[in-house]
């Protein structure tokens, strides 16, 4: 069977986008390959995180992933920071890392322009640590969106280099595993592109934003005057809420509001209205599932144990052979 790693930022909460694209991909995931999905608490740190922050974040991150499906006894779900072999794969991989090409990576030369204040040797190593966090596993399926392929690319240069450099074939190369036209298309509500946190208050409804928060949001959503002559085409700000109507209501509440736009006598109150309580509706079970998780820290514990358990047994395995390959030898 197959390996396949991915790492979960742990900034921020999963929003509609997340669960209906990604994650429910993930979920599918577990039943057909041997999966490593973590907590990429380790990277976090590059934007220097508050204690508490830390383990929020993570917390947050775990609770809704069990939450969304993942099952911690199908795959192996752990947070990175609890397997130190990580951090020392890390380190070996970190000596025929040069500085030429860390510098070349986009990601870099963007946290460069975007935080000049904090450009720490964490940022320009980030493709290091990424590359044990999926060669460590052997892994040769990573789950990751087009934005990641450079940093991929780069894991297959330092598994190749280490091979070459030690004569040996030792680590297979991971590529990119890729749902395109498969991912579910979600649109945020700001009348533009995709659902994304960073695109705006208000453009993404997430797991744990309570009906309240759902309703008020998806009535601020942009509409238009309204159509003036029958069946013309939608604007993009109307078909995103189709869009997402489609998602989270029935077929018959879809064609009902679709009628009336063809017919020029929908009323945005109304159509919003029931597109938010649809919302509601369709993750009311995440949301208790969310909050029977987060307060249940005897779970909690026993899952991220679990989970350490198992990713270690594979990583001390691995950290065993490279400590040989490299030649270091016990007296
Ligand atoms: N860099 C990834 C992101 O920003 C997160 C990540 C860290 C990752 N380590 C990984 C993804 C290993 C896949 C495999 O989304």
Redesign the pocket.
């Known amino acids: 069977m197959e390996t396949v790693?991915?790492?979960?930022?742990s900034t921020g909460k999963l929003h509609l986008g997340n669960y209906y694209g990604a994650v429910t991909n993930f979920v599918k995931m577990q039943n057909e390959y041997n999966c490593y999905f973590?907590i990429?608490d380790l990277?976090s740190l590059t934007t220097h995180p508050t204690p508490a922050d830390l383990h929020g974040n993570v917390k947050h991150v775990l609770v809704e992933y069990l939450a969304a499906g993942i099952d911690p006894e199908k795959a192996t779900i752990y947070v990175?920071s609890d397997i130190p072999e990580i951090s020392e794969l890390y380190l070996y991989l970190n000596m025929n890392a040069y500085l030429g090409e860390l510098e070349r990576s986009t990601?870099f030369k963007d946290k460069v322009r975007s935080q000049p204040d904090n450009v720490n040797a964490g940022l320009l190593t980030?493709p290091v640590?990424?590359a044990a966090?999926?060669i460590i596993h052997k892994?040769t399926k990573?789950?990751?969106?087009k934005?990641?392929e450079q940093?991929?690319e780069m894991?297959r240069t330092f598994g190749n280099r280490f091979n070459r450099m030690y004569n040996v074939e030792y680590f297979p190369e991971?590529y990119a595993f890729t749902f395109s036209e498969k991912l579910v298309k979600v649109p945020g509500l700001d009348g533009k592109g995709k659902m994304g946190k960073s695109e705006g208050e208000g453009n993404a409804v997430f797991l744990s934003d309570t009906p309240e928060v759902i309703r008020k949001k998806v009535m601020r959503a942009v509409t238009d005057g309204g159509p003036t002559e029958e069946n013309q085409a939608k604007p993009d700000a109307i078909q995103n809420l189709f869009d997402l109507m489609k998602i989270v209501s029935s077929a018959d509440t879809y064609s009902h509001f679709d009628e009336l736009y063809n017919k020029c006598q929908i009323r945005y109150g109304d159509f919003k209205k029931q597109l938010a309580e649809d919302m509601i509706v369709a993750t009311n079970p995440l949301r208790e599932r969310i909050n029977d998780i987060a307060s249940n820290s005897d779970y909690l514990r026993k899952v991220s144990k679990l989970g350490a358990e198992k990713a270690r047994a594979s990583a001390s395995k691995t950290l065993e052979e490279v400590r040989k390959i490299i030649g270091f030898k016990r007296f």
């Not at 790693?5 to 930022?9: E, F, Q, W, Y």
């Open positions: 790693v991915s790492g979960i930022r973590f990429a990277h990175q990601s980030y640590l990424m966090d999926i892994a990573v789950p990751v969106g934005d990641q940093h991929l894991a991971p």
